[in-house]
């Protein structure tokens, strides 16, 4: 037990966990898993779904639990010791795994389990069963399942190599500017900037390619120079076209070799691509019906975005002297255009956005609609910025999560939501276990003791996750593979999160998570409405943007070629939905995490699809609101009982129509966008 790793008697002891810890526990958790999988496979043991629980399931779940703290500190405390000792460990992990899914001798007791012995929760998560066995293998014999193993464990080598690339590369770079190269960034980034090059002991202003800092000086800086270089390198990162030694982190060949085994996988069970393996277990019928949806999409916008850049272009020659505007300027002219048109910057919005400001308004908002408190509470960090808090109803613990706010050096970029413990009726103890979830941000810090500022941007994030936290942590379901967010479709997984985006937007919500950070006084309401207006500001060109994404992703894992058609296939995508092109060493897709190593192969599109389901459950919030704008309490029981509570124990499309009474329509979104 002195190994944290093995240690599951509390909180995973993160303040304890060294890379040295890796190994051995991976070793002991195999050894136990394998145990555990050779007594349920036995010829004696018995058809029984909770018999096969209590043996196997609670194997592996503590190899899970401990195996995702390992992969949770890559991502968010990467360090080289940490890196060597996850990657020496991948290999065998996934192994297991895969083994596991592609047990004939498992399948077959599987097989045998009388589904009529079950409760519908069990019912569902057997049916689940069932399907992904034959996803993963379990009926292919001899040298076809050998090499169906072999891929999966390559796969994932090559997933975390292209996480690794995509983060060193954007560690990697540094500029050093000038005084005279600041002119228009916004003070609080000027700072950063500074402190961060004294850290160093550098003169200057130290710019780096992490969120906090490209952005500003995308949209704010007068310096044109100062943006191209910017630009360049962050739409170069992790490729060919990186200067100089950066290129030592070009993901060109582990895209290449990811997509040529994704064919070859599909191809061994039985599918002409992998889009039509990645969409076996979600809403979406086909990789036609998805991509007809995607340029469906495509048509209704395009009028508006072609509108967006005219009035870009026009305003660029008028106002900025621009007659031939690059890439590297269209950040700059938007956000110019915003403030002309509608009298505000996303600067003077961001000064009411405190951190703990937003943080007690977003609390107070879930507290009252979905009737449960939130409290801090204590558990072991893995840095000294993380927090963690507890949710209860009636007094009784419904779940916690950690909450990580911050960009730092080490931690990958974006947003995410992940389970670090998922809700069970634990089939071993008897004890119903309280779901966990992680919550990741990269937000600018505080400088000079000032709290760290966030972007409205920032806020819609921040909800968006914890929208996907409230769907893990919120669930009523015991049975754990269709509990919180298992078991859902993964095209319908992003309802919660973007249903949550919307009271971004209601002034009842806003005017109490604002507090400006020199008076304290709220957003005043003039800034709210203007807000309010330039809400779908460039609504057509930011589809098209999200279209263009999804698209490329779908045909990419539906050609016959993908790995050689890749920079032709993203051109031909570029001509056929953006409206402005970028320039031909833009390699986006070289970052493209999402599709390469985070899970959305063939699958970025349930965006814009959950994007359709969220916008008609929210209406139903907009239907129900009182005089004063508040949304109703009755509705957000009704939301929580029929979708968050339900989890992964029902097809999310009945989920949908329990709570809707209907199908979706696509009707609330366009008009959210203004495009209706």
Not at 243 to 269: K, P, Y
Request: contains cysteine; proline residues 5%; glycine residues 6%.
């Amino acid at each position: 037990m002195s190994n944290p790793l093995l240690d599951f008697s509390g909180h995973i002891p993160f303040d304890r966990i060294t890379p040295a810890d890796v190994a051995p526990a991976v070793d002991e958790l195999l050894r136990r898993a394998e145990g555990a999988l050779a007594t349920v496979t036995a010829p004696d043991f018995p058809a029984d779904w909770n018999a096969i629980a209590r043996v196997l399931d609670v194997a592996t779940e503590e190899l899970g639990r401990s195996w995702g703290a390992v992969s949770h500190l890559s991502s968010v405390a990467d360090t080289p010791e940490l890196r060597a000792a996850y990657n020496e460990a991948l290999p065998r992990v996934t192994e297991f795994w895969t083994r596991l899914g592609a047990s004939e001798q498992l399948y077959a007791k599987y097989k045998a389990i009388d589904p009529a012995t079950l409760n519908a929760e069990q019912q569902r998560a057997h049916a689940n069963a069932m399907r992904n066995f034959v996803l993963s293998g379990a009926e292919l014999q001899g040298a076809d399942k050998e090499r169906f193993a072999a891929i999966q464990e390559r796969m994932a080598e090559l997933a975390q190599k292209f996480s690794e690339n995509a983060l060193d590369a954007t560690d990697a770079f540094a500029y050093y500017a000038r005084e005279d190269e600041l002119e228009g960034l916004p003070a609080d980034v000027v700072q950063a900037a500074r402190a961060a090059a004294q850290a160093e002991g550098q003169n200057g202003y130290k710019f780096t390619l992490k969120m906090p800092c490209y952005l500003p000086v995308m949209q704010f800086a007068v310096n044109r120079a100062l943006r191209e270089r910017l630009y360049r390198a962050y739409v170069t990162r992790a490729s060919d076209q990186a200067d100089g030694d950066a290129t030592r982190f070009d993901n060109s060949a582990v895209m290449a070799e990811i997509l040529q085994l994704r064919q070859e996988e599909a191809r061994l069970l039985g599918y002409a691509s992998f889009g039509e393996v990645s969409l076996v277990p979600k809403m979406a019928d086909s990789p036609q019906q998805v991509i007809d949806f995607l340029r469906d999409l495509a048509r209704r916008a395009r009028p508006y975005a072609e509108q967006d850049v005219a009035d870009l272009r026009a305003f660029a020659a008028e106002h900025l002297q621009l007659a031939d505007p690059q890439p590297w300027d269209w950040p700059f002219i938007s956000e110019r255009l915003k403030e002309a048109r509608y009298a505000f910057s996303e600067q003077e919005v961001k000064e009411y956005f405190t951190a703990p400001k937003v943080l007690a308004g977003l609390f107070k908002i879930v507290e009252t609609l979905f009737e449960v408190e939130i409290r801090r509470d204590q558990a072991p960090v893995w840095n000294p910025a993380v927090e963690f808090y507890r949710l209860e109803r009636g007094g009784q613990l419904i779940g916690q999560f950690y909450l990580d706010m911050p960009a730092r050096a080490g931690k990958r970029g974006g947003a995410w939501m992940d389970d670090a413990l998922t809700r069970w009726l634990r089939p071993d103890t008897g004890q119903l276990q309280t779901p966990i979830a992680y919550l990741v941000c990269n937000f600018a810090s505080g400088v000079k003791g000032k709290p760290p500022l966030l972007t409205h941007d920032d806020v819609i994030t921040l909800f968006h996750e914890f929208g996907h936290g409230l769907h893990h942590l919120l669930t009523q379901v015991s049975e754990r593979d269709v509990s919180g967010i298992g078991g859902v479709e993964w095209d319908a997984v992003e309802l919660p999160s973007q249903f949550m985006e919307n009271f971004c937007w209601e002034w009842g919500v806003l005017r109490h998570m604002t507090a400006h950070v020199d008076s304290g006084e709220p957003l005043p309401r003039a800034l709210y409405d203007k807000m309010l207006e330039a809400r779908n500001f460039q609504a057509g060109m930011q589809t098209l943007r999200q279209v263009e994404f999804a698209l490329f992703d779908m045909l990419l894992h539906t050609d016959a070629q993908p790995a050689e058609q890749l920079p032709m296939l993203l051109q031909a995508v570029r001509e056929e939905i953006a409206v402005l092109q970028p320039p031909a060493f833009s390699r986006s897709a070289h970052t493209f995490s999402h599709i390469f190593a985070g899970g959305y192969a063939a699958g970025y599109y349930s965006y814009k699809w959950a994007e359709v389901l969220s916008a008609d459950a929210y209406a139903a919030f907009e239907e129900t609101a009182g005089d004063d704008g508040q949304p109703s309490v009755e509705t957000g029981r009704r939301y929580r009982q029929a979708i968050l509570e339900a989890g992964g124990s029902r097809p999310a499309m009945e989920s949908f129509k329990a709570f809707r009474g209907r199908e979706p329509s696509i009707d609330a979104l366009l008009r959210h966008q203004g495009m209706a």
